[in-house]
């Protein structure tokens, strides 16, 4: 049974930074992309980030470009989203999720295990 569990979450003020991880057990970990997303309160859940199963390839939503940074240590079965120069409109709740193949994709159909989530809250 594939478990994804994330951490990291919390209040930070806008401009600030916050690192989430997602330790995940179960199923061979190096052998899937990862991915994170999010979704805001009342809005429907979108494409944050993804990596390949190597770590060599990463997609972004534009919105985080420049300021989030997807990273896995497949030694460890972690998947990280280190998040820099938060902003007001990043408030929301973060899931990380396994996708079906070794290469990432931002289409949520393609992820068959999720996380709880975790929440992540920047005040302006």
């Known amino acids: 049974q594939v478990q994804l569990v994330e951490s990291g979450g919390g209040l930070v003020q806008a401009g600030g930074s916050l690192r989430l991880s997602c330790a995940a057990s179960g199923g061979i970990f190096s052998n899937y992309a990862m991915g994170w997303f999010r979704q805001a309160s009342g809005k429907d859940r979108e494409f944050v980030a993804a990596i390949a199963w190597s770590g060599i390839g990463t997609i972004y939503t534009d919105s985080v470009k420049g300021r989030f940074t997807i990273s896995r240590d497949n030694a460890k079965n972690t998947v990280f989203l280190q998040m820099n120069n938060l902003k007001h409109e990043d408030t929301a709740v973060y899931y990380c999720?396994?996708?079906?193949?070794?290469?990432?994709?931002?289409?949520?159909?393609?992820?068959?295990?999720w996380g709880q989530g975790t929440q992540v809250t920047v005040s302006s």
């Open positions: 999720a396994r996708d079906v193949d070794k290469y990432p994709s931002r289409d949520q159909r393609f992820y068959t295990y």
